[in-house]
Structures are given as structure tokens and as C-alpha cells.
């Protein structure tokens, strides 16, 4: 008889236990989804403008593709588009997470574009050249919208 009082007023002590402990305990801290700092947004913003002027270049390629100028079309690739995969690169690095897996593709789309722009022009292939650029074009154009402006910033320190 005394072993039931014992499990019963250990039963109803563990009962209250777990209750306080439940009632007491504090919900999961929400964390505020990542932002990007005014700093961060200041250094994109200077990475980036160089890409901007390879970007505004880019019609240069174009033309050389259109002139079947297959020699200055490798050249061009190679030399002022030849920096483009490591300024991508470090900008990708710079996004966020969850902005990072898209500027990466982004990137690689872009520049499976050009190898096959360089791969066109030493077979002289027009047709395969000029699609290439369209859709290298297209790429540019998806990666650079990804990069954060001002309007991106939390204006944390």
C-alpha cells in the first residue's frame, strides 16, 4: 500500500515537473530571414561595375561573329571576356545563400555559352556561334539581375 502512494505522489510530482517545464519554456527564437549590410552592398556595387562594361561590350562579339572574324571572335573570349569567370565567381560568393546557387548556374550557363562560341569559331561554325551568344547574352543578363542594389541593403553596420 505504501508503494502506491509512493508511485502515485511520484507520478503527480513528474506531472508537475513536465507541465512547468513546458509552460516556462520559451518558444524558437525567430531569426530574420539574411540581409545584406550597406558595406556589402557598397562592395558588390564596385565588383560589379565591371561587369557592367563587359557587358556593354559585349556587341563587340557580335559583330566579330557576324564578320566571321573567327580569330578576334577566340581572341575576344579569351582576352577581355578572360577575367569574367573569377569576377563571377568572387560576386558569387558575396550574394547571399539562397542567391548563391542561381548566380552560380547563372555563371556556368554563361560561360558553357562562350567555350561553345570558342568551339564554333574554330570549326567556323556562323550558325552555332551566333546562337550561342544569344543565349550567353541571356545568362549575363540573369546573373547581373541577381546582384543587390541599394534598395537591398538592411542599413546594418
Same mark, same amino acid.
Given at each position: 500500500? +505504501?508503494?502506491?502512494?509512493?508511485?502515485?505522489?511520484? &507520478?503527480?510530482?513528474? &506531472?508537475?515537473? /513536465?507541465?512547468?517545464? $513546458?509552460?516556462?519554456?520559451?518558444?524558437?527564437? /525567430? /531569426?530574420?530571414?539574411?540581409?545584406?549590410?550597406?558595406?556589402? %552592398?557598397?562592395?558588390? =556595387?564596385?565588383? %560589379?561595375?565591371?561587369?557592367?562594361? %563587359?557587358?556593354?561590350?559585349?556587341?563587340? #562579339?557580335?559583330?566579330?561573329?557576324?564578320?566571321?572574324?573567327? %580569330?578576334?571572335? &577566340?581572341?575576344?573570349?579569351?582576352?577581355?571576356?578572360?577575367?569574367?569567370? =573569377?569576377?563571377?565567381?568572387?560576386?558569387?560568393? =558575396?550574394? #547571399?545563400?539562397?542567391?548563391?546557387? &542561381?548566380?552560380?548556374?547563372?555563371?556556368?550557363?554563361? *560561360?558553357?555559352? #562562350?567555350?561553345?562560341?570558342?568551339?564554333?569559331? =574554330?570549326?567556323?561554325?556562323?550558325? +552555332?556561334?551566333?546562337?550561342?551568344?544569344?543565349? !550567353?547574352?541571356? @545568362? *549575363?543578363?540573369? *546573373?547581373?539581375? #541577381?546582384?543587390? @542594389? !541599394?534598395?537591398?541593403?538592411?542599413? $546594418?553596420?
Amino acid at each position: 500500500m +505504501l508503494m502506491r502512494r509512493y508511485r502515485s505522489i511520484l &507520478a503527480l510530482m513528474l &506531472a508537475l515537473v /513536465t507541465t512547468c517545464l $513546458v509552460s516556462c519554456g520559451s518558444p524558437a527564437a /525567430t /531569426t530574420p530571414p539574411p540581409a545584406y549590410t550597406t558595406q556589402q %552592398v557598397e562592395q558588390i =556595387q564596385r565588383t %560589379v561595375s565591371s561587369l557592367w562594361e %563587359v557587358r556593354e561590350k559585349m556587341p563587340v #562579339l557580335k559583330t566579330r561573329i557576324n564578320n566571321r572574324d573567327w %580569330v578576334n571572335v &577566340a581572341t575576344y573570349i579569351h582576352g577581355p571576356l578572360g577575367s569574367l569567370r =573569377q569576377t563571377m565567381s568572387y560576386l558569387t560568393r =558575396q550574394l #547571399l545563400p539562397q542567391e548563391q546557387k &542561381a548566380a552560380s548556374e547563372a555563371a556556368n550557363d554563361l *560561360f558553357e555559352h #562562350l567555350q561553345k562560341i570558342d568551339t564554333a569559331s =574554330q570549326s567556323r561554325n556562323y550558325e +552555332l556561334a551566333i546562337k550561342n551568344y544569344q543565349e !550567353a547574352l541571356i @545568362d *549575363f543578363d540573369r *546573373f547581373l539581375k #541577381l546582384i543587390p @542594389d !541599394a534598395s537591398n541593403a538592411a542599413g $546594418v553596420a
